[in-house]
């Protein structure tokens, strides 16, 4: 198994929890100086470049001979009103949690196909289904991953490649810590009160969030499965029940419940 983003957060829980199993697991992890000490094998890889993705599947087939599942969960999250994020601050977002995901893709397929049989698992989120205000683009890269995750399952089925997409709530993991603001985020007075508003919810909501090790116990009831849904929503009851909302409530209602949740409710846009 090849778990990417596995130096912390739910790619390490889930590279934890498979060793655990007795899988034998290879967490990717762009730079392993910093990815400490784990008890499954650390393989260098950086999910926005196309050599080293290469390089560290063909490690991984060299030693094994195969490889029967991965799980896609490097990410990272850049935050800002999309007028305030540059396109190039934008691309990078998309670099990595969508490229990064198309390369591992790309490389281990052949793979994949010629065993006839395999598991891809991609960890997106309920940003693929619910936009958040000032996380546009991250929004917009996971919005991208359901379309990827739809088209890529067809196309591999007759292989016997099961394609699943992991949509976590609210998770704790290092990604609170480690998110990037839009270098304009804090200096742009028009957006500036909505945008401390609304990430200070956001953030607090996954300090309190559940436990990674939620996503890697259901990943593992489902590759016990001979068939296997595209989408499982993972995370508080409260969470799954909004994805449902949405697809029930005319929008302008659930937009504003969702501006309510969020802390925008009584924010409006004060012109500099």
């Not at 998309?94 to 960890?123: D, H, K, W, Y």
């Not at 693929?128 to 546009?136: D, K, R, V, W």
């Amino acid at each position: 198994m090849l778990v990417t983003g596995a130096s912390s957060g739910i790619g390490e829980a889930c590279a934890v929890h498979f060793h655990n199993r007795d899988w034998r697991v290879y967490g990717a992890s762009r730079n392993i100086q910093s990815a400490g000490s784990h008890p499954f094998a650390i393989l260098p890889m950086d999910v926005t470049s196309d050599v080293s993705v290469a390089e560290g599947v063909r490690q991984i087939f060299e030693q094994e001979g195969r490889i029967d599942a991965v799980i896609n969960s490097a990410g990272i999250s850049i935050v800002g009103a999309v007028e305030d994020t540059t396109i190039a601050e934008a691309k990078a977002q998309f670099e990595t949690n969508f490229f990064g995901i198309v390369r591992v893709c790309r490389a281990v397929l052949p793979i994949m196909r010629c065993q006839r049989s395999g598991a891809f698992v991609i960890i997106g989120s309920m940003a693929g289904q619910l936009a958040i205000p000032f996380q546009g683009h991250y929004t917009a890269s996971k919005f991208a991953l359901e379309g990827l995750a739809e088209a890529l399952r067809m196309e591999v089925m007759p292989f016997g490649i099961h394609v699943v997409l992991m949509e976590p709530g609210n998770i704790r993991t290092p990604i609170t810590a480690n998110r990037q603001r839009a270098a304009a985020s804090g200096t742009h007075p028009p957006y500036l009160e909505g945008f401390e508003r609304s990430l200070a919810v956001i953030e607090q909501a996954e300090i309190n969030g559940a436990d990674p090790a939620l996503v890697a116990r259901q990943i593992e009831r489902i590759l016990a499965k001979p068939r296997s849904n595209l989408r499982y929503v993972v995370g508080h009851w409260s969470e799954r029940f909004a994805v449902s909302l949405k697809r029930v409530l005319p929008y302008k209602l659930y937009e504003w419940l969702a501006m309510q949740i969020i802390g925008l409710g009584a924010w409006r846009q004060l012109a500099p």
